[in-house]
T-cell receptor, first 111, second 116 residues
Framework: KAGVTQTPRYLIKTRGQQVTLSCSPI?????VSWYQQTPGQGLQFLFE???????NKGNFPGRFSGRQFSNSRSEMNVSTLELGDSALYLC??????????FGPGTRLTVL | AQTVTQSQPEMSVQEAETVTLSCTYD???????LFWYKQPPSRQMILVIR??????QNATENRFSVNFQKAAKSFSLKISDSQLGDAAMYFC?????????????FGKGTRLSVIA
């Protein structure tokens, strides 16, 4: 089975812009979770989608949003980018075992 | 709220030797999952091993094994016959087993260096 894929792998944006990141889960997995990783805060949970519905949400401002499509692919969007949004964004998918498998991440740099 | 603590920011081990990484957690739940993930310089988060709290037997995956002490809320990872490719950040993570997937709570990580 192919693993979790994320696009793009690297992204450079400027403050105030918006960005959309994409995640394709492992085939058959219906749950997709998003995490932000920074040197200062470590790994923090953003949100989780299951069958096109947001099932869990972390403590992030409303500028961070997401969605899931009928094929389980997920996107996350960050609007009005701030310097502090520079991070590695990791997507993970899980199936019936509740074990999360991660993609390679998208490295976002905000200038 | 559940918390995960990794008290060793950095560890080193000689190639072919054994090393143990520590992890403690705090929860009021009786059933949950515990994981160790490895993040090499490529930044890909790789699942190393998983433990279900209701299972008393410690999980093992080839050279990787855990020492799960439920009463002490301790979950250490032992790497035997260390290899250069084991050099990475290792994260301990917790997840309760409510119905539906719940977010992982991660520790701050332990950076493991392997010395040739």
């Amino acid at each position: 089975k192919a693993g979790v894929t994320q696009t793009p792998r690297y992204l450079i944006k400027t403050r105030g812009q918006q960005v959309t990141l994409s995640c394709s889960p492992i085939s058959g997995h219906r749950s997709v979770s998003w995490y932000q990783q920074t040197p200062g805060q470590g790994l923090q949970f953003l949100f989780e989608y299951f069958s096109e519905t947001q099932r869990n949400k972390g403590n992030f401002p409303g500028r961070f949003s997401g969605r899931q499509f009928s094929n389980s692919r997920s996107e996350m969007n960050v609007s009005t980018l701030e310097l502090g949004d520079s991070a590695l964004y990791l997507c993970a998918s899980s199936g019936t075992t509740d074990t999360q498998y991660f993609g390679p991440g998208t490295r976002l740099t905000v200038l | 709220a559940q918390t995960v603590t990794q008290s060793q920011p950095e560890m080193s081990v000689q190639e072919a030797e054994t090393v143990t990484l520590s992890c403690t957690y705090d929860t009021s739940e009786s059933d949950y999952y515990l994981f160790w993930y490895k993040q090499p310089p490529s930044r890909q988060m790789i699942l190393v091993i998983r433990q279900e709290a209701y299972k008393q037997q410690n999980a093992t995956e080839n050279r990787f094994s855990v020492n799960f002490q439920k009463a002490a809320k301790s979950f250490s990872l032992k790497i035997s016959d260390s290899q250069l490719g084991d050099a990475a950040m290792y994260f301990c993570a917790y997840s309760p087993t409510h119905s539906g997937n719940t977010p992982l709570v991660f520790g701050k990580g332990t950076r493991l260096s392997v010395i040739a």
